[in-house]
């Protein structure tokens, strides 16, 4: 069996769960930069990422991924297209109860398609407000021609974000084939 390495990006907004989600999926002790939050307005959470994350994990088949966290502030907007350097792809994670979730989808989606067009989208946060219906993600996506694969995940949950990975994985895959 050929082992084969991948590196998957997790972009997104501010709490949207990246570092949660590596964390939920990897197989050794993530090596991170968190710090104190000192973005209120942004967003309340105690910490936020600074600095890369990184982590791994091992799926069924022997092909290993390599996780990479970007900080989902704009100030840092300058590292991700470093952190995307030689990635199969960006999981964007957005937040559904932030108060604009489509404007954050538009803007995370514009600033890391540049770099790599292979994108996977993970909603979140969707328990916390279900009053806001989900339908609003594949409208905006069919009006603007993107068919990127979409899927409702909590970050906390290893198999949600597990499956994140597998739909990056195979699209790779396949497109490696065609
Ligand atoms: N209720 C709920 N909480 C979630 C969900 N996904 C993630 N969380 C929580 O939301 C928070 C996300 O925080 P982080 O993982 O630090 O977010 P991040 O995207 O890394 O944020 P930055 O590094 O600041 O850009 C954590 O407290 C998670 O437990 C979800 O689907 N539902
Ligand atoms: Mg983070």
């Keep these: 069996m050929i082992l084969q390495q991948y590196k998957i990006v997790f972009g997104g907004t501010m709490g949207?769960?990246?570092?949660?989600a590596i964390r939920a999926l990897?197989?050794?002790e993530v090596v991170?930069?968190?710090?104190?939050?000192?973005?209120?307005?942004?967003?309340?959470?105690?910490?936020?990422t600074v600095g890369i994350e990184y982590g791994e994990i091992t799926l069924g088949d022997g092909v290993k991924v390599g996780l990479y966290g970007?900080?989902?502030?704009?100030?840092f907007d300058f590292i991700w297209s470093v952190i995307c350097k030689g990635a199969i792809g960006t999981i964007l994670l957005i937040d559904h109860q932030a108060e604009n979730p489509l404007e954050d989808l538009a803007h995370y989606i514009a600033a890391f398609r540049n770099t790599n067009q292979n994108i996977v989208i993970g909603i979140?946060?969707?328990?916390e407000k279900i009053e806001r219906p989900t339908l609003i993600y594949?409208?905006?996506?069919?009006?603007?021609?993107?068919?990127?694969?979409?899927?409702?995940?909590d970050a906390r949950q290893q198999e949600d974000?597990?499956?994140?990975?597998?739909?990056?994985?195979?699209?790779?895959?396949?497109?490696?084939?065609s």
């Design 16 to 20: 949207s769960g990246k570092s949660t």
């Design 138 to 153: 594949r409208d905006w996506l069919e009006q603007q021609d993107c068919n990127y694969p979409l899927f409702f995940v």
């Design 70 to 75: 970007t900080p989902g502030q704009d100030r």
């Design 124 to 127: 979140t946060h969707v328990d």
């Design 26 to 28: 990897s197989e050794i």
């Design 161 to 177: 974000v597990l499956l994140l990975v597998e739909a990056m994985v195979s699209s790779t895959e396949v497109n490696l084939l």
């Design 32 to 48: 991170g930069s968190e710090a104190v939050n000192t973005d209120a307005e942004a967003h309340t959470k105690a910490h936020t």
